[in-house]
């Protein structure tokens, strides 16, 4: 059981291009979300996923975007990446949204660059 | 605004306790979640509190107090592989977590 998994590992990117970073799980959670960290700055949440077909907005959504087409895969597009954007980038799921014992279960990262 | 306070870094003896703070001030609080973060790698869960008092869990505690909007982390006989990140988090009144900075944790022979 691999849980969740994020690729790439880490990417250098030049300004101006296009990205996607891919996030999976196999644990069948109906929700899932993107946060950035960024050094001495807690985990930032940039999108998120209740259920499949659905997405909504975080703290920090301005030049990503998310898509859940299926339950498994939870893809961040950044249209045109900034070197503000580099960071490192944590998908994570959880079983359900909302209320009581509903730990969140992160990925690996990926560590991005824009130049 | 939402704020979580934690400090930034602390040092502790192999074999010592250690407490590590958490202040917040979230619209809603539906939960405190912490986490440990070893460096490069991902945030792990650790406990839960949603009721005040106090959650033991091994070698770890964690205490929450919703009127003081105060929780604690507590660490007992500590072990060089706890030299790591601790991270609060709050649910807010969204359900979404809110997360503080993270304290790092030195640990000394």
């Known amino acids: 059981i691999a849980g969740i998994t994020q690729a790439p590992t880490s990417q250098i990117l030049a300004a101006g291009r296009r990205m996607t970073l891919r996030c999976t799980q196999d644990?069948?959670?109906?929700?899932m979300y993107w946060y950035r960290q960024d050094l001495g700055l807690g985990l930032r949440l940039i999108h998120y996923?209740?259920?499949?077909?659905?997405?909504g907005k975080g703290e920090v959504p301005d030049g990503y975007s998310v898509s859940r087409a299926n339950t498994d895969d939870f893809p961040l597009t950044l249209a045109s990446a900034v070197p503000s954007q580099t960071s490192v980038y944590f998908c994570?799921?959880?079983?359900?949204?909302?209320?009581?014992?509903?730990?969140?279960?992160f990925g690996p990262g990926t560590r991005l660059t824009v130049l | 605004g939402q704020n979580i306070d934690q400090p930034t870094e602390m040092t502790a003896t192999e074999g010592a306790i250690v407490q590590i703070n958490c202040t917040y001030q979230?619209?809603?609080?539906?939960?405190l979640f912490w986490y440990q973060q070893h460096a490069g790698e991902a945030p792990t869960f650790l406990s839960y509190?949603?009721l005040d008092g106090l959650e033991e869990k091994g070698r770890f505690s964690s205490f929450l107090s919703r009127s003081k909007g105060y929780s604690y982390l507590l660490l007992k006989e500590l072990q060089m592989k706890d030299s790591a990140s601790y991270l609060c988090?709050?649910?807010?009144?969204?359900?979404?977590?809110?997360w503080g900075a993270g304290t790092k944790l030195i640990i000394k022979p």
């Open positions: 979230t619209s809603g609080f539906n939960g």
């Open positions: 509190n949603v």
């Open positions: 988090a709050v649910r807010d009144s969204n359900y979404q977590l809110i």
């Open positions: 996923s209740n259920t499949a077909g659905t997405t």
């Open positions: 994570a799921s959880s079983e359900h949204p909302g209320q009581g014992y509903n730990e969140q279960f």
């Open positions: 644990m069948r959670h109906n929700a």
